[in-house]
T-cell receptor
Framework: EAGVVQSPRYKIIEKKQPVAFWCNPISGHNTLYWYRQNLGQGPELLIRYENEEAVDDSQLPKDRFSAERLKGVDSTLKIQPAELGDSAVYLC???????????????FGSGTRLTVV | QKEVEQNSGPLSVPEGAIASLNCTYSDRGSQSFFWYRQYSGKSPELIMSIYSNGDKEDGRFTAQLNKASQYVSLLIRDSQPSDSATYLCAVNKKTGNQFYFGTGTSLTVIP
């Protein structure tokens, strides 16, 4: 079974440029998460989807960040324009949702390491 | 107050020793608790979950939960150099379907 697939693995952009990250969750996982992990910190939730609906985006900086999950499968996270402080690893995770997630936790993708210069 | 707090370390133990990692959480209503291991440059991987007070053992790993003290720990017996990584504690609150992560404890096992 393929795990959570993210692309690209690395991205270097100049500040004020746009950038997009893509995530394909594990087949059958209805819940998808985007996390940001700064160096030396734990992951912090940006947005959570239940199928195609964003049910928790309270931590998403909506002035520059946007996300979508069309058809409740793949998801894209976009930053426009990027700032120096956005340099971090962006992690996508998925779970089966409901009570099942309590035993399986999340499965994380390999992440996208963003460097804004 | 942070949702989840961990000692950032670094923690160093000799090979074969027991490594003890600790975590406290602020929401008394939290229901599920997880330990993730993260190697440098890699994404977190789940190693243990625990929901009930007491101990849960899986191979060389033992998770311990004390809800009264809002404390969860991870013991690694017979530590190996391959256990050298950052260990993240994650807590699921009663409300919401997301984990709150601690900042992680860096563990180094010295051969």
């Amino acid at each position: 079974e393929a795990g959570v697939v993210q692309s690209p693995r690395y991205k270097i952009i100049e500040k004020k440029q746009p950038v997009a990250f893509w995530c394909n969750p594990i087949s059958g996982h209805n819940t998808l998460y985007w996390y940001r992990q700064n160096l030396g910190q734990g992951p912090e939730l940006l947005i959570r989807y239940e199928n195609e609906e964003a049910v928790d985006d309270s931590q998403l900086p909506k002035d520059r960040f946007s996300a979508e999950r069309l058809k409740g499968v793949d998801s894209t996270l976009k930053i426009q324009p990027a700032e120096l402080g956005d340099s971090a690893v962006y992690l996508c995770a998925s779970s089966t949702g409901g009570l099942l997630y309590l035993d399986s936790g999340y499965t994380f993708g390999s992440g996208t390491r963003l460097t804004v210069v | 107050q942070k949702e989840v707090e961990q000692n950032s370390g670094p923690l160093s133990v000799p090979e074969g020793a027991i490594a003890s990692l600790n975590c406290t959480y602020s929401d008394r209503g939290s229901q599920s608790f997880f330990w993730y291991r993260q190697y440098s440059g890699k994404s977190p991987e789940l190693i243990m979950s625990i929901y009930s007070n007491g101990d849960k053992e899986d191979g060389r790993f033992t998770a311990q939960l004390n809800k009264a003290s809002q404390y969860v720990s991870l013991l690694i017996r017979d530590s190996q150099p391959s256990d050298s990584a950052t260990y993240l504690c994650a807590v699921n609150k009663k409300t919401g379907n997301q984990f709150y992560f601690g900042t992680g404890t860096s563990l180094t096992v010295i051969p």
